[in-house]
């Protein structure tokens, strides 16, 4: 009693291709499956890329990110007066 046998297996699929009909199951199947891809695709856009993940992020170190180098600004550094 816990289990079903081949057999009503058989005769509930059979019962619903007869509601269905094989075009509309076709339809859903292919639905299904494009929406598994898509929340698949979702998921991997997502994650961070090794080189991303690699760095944390400066609020959570504390450090403050350095601009990049521009070749025409001079470095100068300033020194309190005494």
């Given at each position: 009693m816990g289990s079903f046998?081949?057999?009503?297996w058989l005769i509930v699929l059979l019962i619903v291709v007869m509601v269905f009909?094989?075009?509309?199951?076709k339809n859903m199947g292919s639905d299904l499956?494009?929406?598994?891809?898509?929340?698949?695709?979702?998921m991997k856009d997502g994650?961070?890329?090794d080189d991303q993940?690699?760095?944390?992020?400066?609020?959570v170190t504390g450090n403050v990110p350095v601009p990049p180098v521009?070749?025409?600004t001079i470095d100068?550094?300033?020194?309190?007066?005494a």
């Open positions: 046998s081949i057999w009503h009909g094989t075009k509309k199951l499956g494009g929406a598994v891809k898509g929340f698949k695709d979702g994650t961070t890329s993940a690699a760095v944390p992020p400066h609020h521009d070749k025409t100068v550094e300033a020194k309190p007066r």
